[in-house]
């Protein structure tokens, strides 16, 4: 489980593609203290399962799951990621519930600079519009943050300068690819709404035939 507080942004040292997958390495540096084979990751939100380390560096296996639903697929020697250790009982939760299950990928469809401001507005396949809200929450690679707007096929976010200098957000341009997760509680209650009101529907259509 992670919170969605992003604890630095690492670089890609070596990549391999291996049958079904590829592992990827990366320079975890002070991030790497007391990490253990078989600890959980979170890299540009995703959960990573800990393979292999040496000093500080670690290497991670993605699987073709993993790669079809992220931008992990597409990342190249030299580039940068958000990293989030696992949390730990007892910990401060600063953030929102993160599973590191990423739901699908966004575009940066436009970057708004005003004074002071940095917005992002990112679109999305309209199926996963119904898991926002304005103030709401959703993970945008791995980094939680707060919904401002919700459109048709987009959303935006605004960003304050400790994100754009923590994470990899602040890196982002138009077209880029972004890791998304939405709230596990909303997804719960539309999903659940959905499958019992055309059953509801249903009975009062049975029930009006039946006078």
Known sequence: MFTGIVQGIRKITAVENLEGG?????????????????????????????VRFEGDWVEFDVIHESLNKSNLGTLIVGD??????????????????????????????????????????????????????????????GASLTV?????????????????????????????????EFDHTTKVIVRTVERIFPEIKKQLLAGKNNL
């Open 22 to 50: 590829r592992r990827l390495r990366i320079k975890l540096e002070d991030l790497a203290e007391k990490l253990q084979k078989g600890a959980s990751v979170a890299v540009n939100g995703v959960c990573l399962t800990v």
């Open 80 to 141: 940068f990621v958000d990293i989030e250790r696992a949390c730990i009982f007892g910990d401060e939760v600063g953030g929102h519930s993160v599973t590191g299950h990423v739901d699908c990928q966004g575009v940066i469809a436009e970057v708004r600079n005003t004074t002071n401001n940095h917005d992002l507005v990112v679109s999305c396949d309209k199926e996963w519009m119904a898991y926002l809200i304005p103030k709401g929450w959703i993970s945008i690679d």
């Open 148 to 180: 401002v707007e919700v459109g048709d096929n987009f959303f935006s976010i605004s960003l304050i300068p400790e994100t754009l200098t923590r994470t990899v957000l602040g890196k982002k341009t138009k077209g880029d690819t972004v890791n998304l």
